[in-house]
């Protein structure tokens, strides 16, 4: 008796009851870790709030800073009050508030008039940093994305600009913060990773960690991850995410009003959830040698049925290929549905093999003369061509056909064609495509041979011919003209063209004769 695919699914499905039955057992624990994860979801959420809200102070009271040195320099942007005035200002901001790694003044043309440290060596040349220019462009207080300076450091550019009591720009005063030495953000942000794993980074606009526990990570790029991807449209919340190094993580992630920047703060999820694992432990050993058995059953069960599928599918999937049906018989199908299917891809398989061939034959071959037609022969050529193979074209047609058509009638015509055709087949080698061109035209293609071997074989043909009865009770002669790839010409259209050119050259001197490109030259 065959079983039926519905009767092993129902097996199958019996079996799920009982597991299910089992893993009631551990529905205490899945509740328990639901809890702990939303807890530290929410722990997290809040906690990256606080850490933007605190990273958006530093910033505003920053550019404050930065606004009450501007307007006290504005009257004296100016060179000759670089000693005086503007080398102690950018001393006074690069020692007395530690926020900047260097600090400078540039005029409007972007001229750098003054900065701290003083062995930057920078006064009195062009600002051409990209958050410089940028700044300058703008003409208004501005945070830089990160980008590498003018020392070669991968740095942030926070600046203000300065303005005179009429409103004229000046230039502006700013400064740099060093990503990946120490720096502001590490005071502000402070070491908030701990013995449970967590720990907070923060990223750009564009996806560019700026700030890291592990400064080798500064400048990394982490736009596949999603909680990023989050804050580069301005979201703030909490998910469960899988961070670059394919940790599961918990992460709380705010948004920073006047950068745009995005905080993160994870911990990862197997220590949030480590509290549950004593617990289910203690359940793992009442309930783990019953689980392992029901699902050994199911798995070897599952099994059985999905082989034979399966195989039938990857068959199926390559049926183009050979030898498909014998690896088809060798499927164990042992119950009826995968039977019926193997018996239905067998049927379907020999018969679009059948019609392959069939439509191959059809489209390659004359009907008539059963030579290859003209799509073969230039799909050989264009073979041929492409693998700079050596060959020769032979092309030619039956002298005054129109006559034995005249005369015989076209019925004994075409018996002419197909006596012509059998004798190309008679003197041509094996490699050799003999084609019918069109009407009494016939081509034939004589790969790896030159010019000499070439003729001989044409000369074999025109000769058997003028020497032969036809089917139309006289002898029929035959015009060829020959053309050699690569000597005479390196493209099949071109010596098709050369072949058909002899081949008129034979007609006008008289008929039944072969003529070659060199002929042509004379």
């Not at 580069?232 to 920047?261: C, F, H, P």
């Not at 058995?293 to 183009?320: D, F, G, M, R, W």
Request: glycine share 6%.
């Amino acid at each position: 008796m065959r079983l039926s695919l519905k009767y092993l699914i129902g097996l199958v499905a019996l079996l799920s009851v009982v597991l299910t039955l089992a893993a009631s057992i551990i529905s205490g624990y899945r509740a328990e870790q639901q809890s702990l994860i939303d807890g530290t979801l929410e722990t997290n959420r809040a906690y990256a709030e606080k850490m933007a809200k605190s990273t958006d102070s530093f910033f505003s009271s920053t550019l404050q800073t930065l606004k009450v040195s501007a307007k006290h320099l504005s009257p004296y942007m100016s060179p000759e009050y670089v000693d005086e005035y503007l080398i102690p200002e950018t001393n006074r901001l690069k020692e007395q508030t530690n926020t900047f790694n260097s600090v400078l003044i540039v005029d409007k043309e972007g001229e750098i008039l003054s900065t701290s440290p003083q062995t930057l060596d920078l006064m009195g040349k062009k600002l051409d940093s990209k958050g410089g220019k940028e700044a300058l462009k703008k003409r208004e207080a501005y945070i830089s994305q990160p980008y590498v300076g003018l020392t070669g450091r991968l740095i942030i550019f926070i600046s203000h600009p300065i303005f005179d009591e009429n409103g004229r720009y000046l230039g502006l005063i700013g400064g740099t913060i060093y990503l990946k030495e120490d720096n502001i953000l590490q005071e502000v942000l402070g070491e908030h990773f701990y013995e449970n794993g967590s720990y907070v980074y923060v990223v750009d606009q564009s996806g560019r960690i700026i700030y890291h526990q592990n400064q080798e990570r500064v400048n990394d790029i982490v736009l596949e991850n999603p909680v990023v991807q989050q804050l580069l449209v301005g979201r703030s919340g909490a998910m469960e995410v899988v961070n670059t190094k394919d940790v599961e993580m918990l992460a709380g992630y705010a948004s920073l009003q006047i950068t745009n920047w995005g905080v993160v703060t994870q911990r990862s999820k197997e220590e949030s959830l480590a509290p549950s694992v004593v617990m289910i432990k203690e359940m793992a050993k009442m309930t783990i040698p019953f689980l392992v058995i029901s699902l050994l059953v199911i798995l070897y069960i599952a099994h059985q049925i999905a082989n034979p599928l399966t195989k039938l599918a990857s068959y199926a999937e390559s049926s183009t290929e050979n030898n498909q049906e014998e690896k088809i018989n060798k499927v164990r199908a042992w119950y009826y549905e995968a039977i019926q299917l193997k018996k239905a891809l067998n049927y379907s398989l020999n018969f679009f093999q059948d019609r392959v061939n069939f439509f191959i034959h059809q489209s390659t071959i004359d009907p008539l003369t059963k030579l290859m037609n003209r799509r073969a022969m230039d799909a050989h050529l264009k073979t041929w061509t492409e693998q700079e193979i050596p060959y020769a074209v032979l092309i030619f047609d039956i002298d005054k056909f129109k006559r034995v058509n005249d005369t015989y009638g076209h019925a004994v015509g075409d018996e002419v064609l197909k006596y012509l055709a059998e004798s190309m087949l008679e003197v041509t080698r094996k490699e050799d495509i003999c084609c019918r061109f069109g009407g009494e035209e016939f081509v034939i293609l004589l790969p790896e041979t030159d010019q000499s071997a070439a003729f001989h074989i044409a000369e074999r043909l025109r000769k058997k011919l003028e020497s032969t009865i036809s089917p139309c009770g006289e002898v029929v002669t035959i015009s060829i003209g020959m053309a050699t790839y690569p000597k005479d010409g390196t493209h099949p259209a071109e010596l098709l063209e050369l072949a058909d050119q002899c081949l008129y050259e034979a007609k006008r001197a008289g008929r039944n004769r072969t003529v070659e490109c060199a002929t042509l030259m004379k």
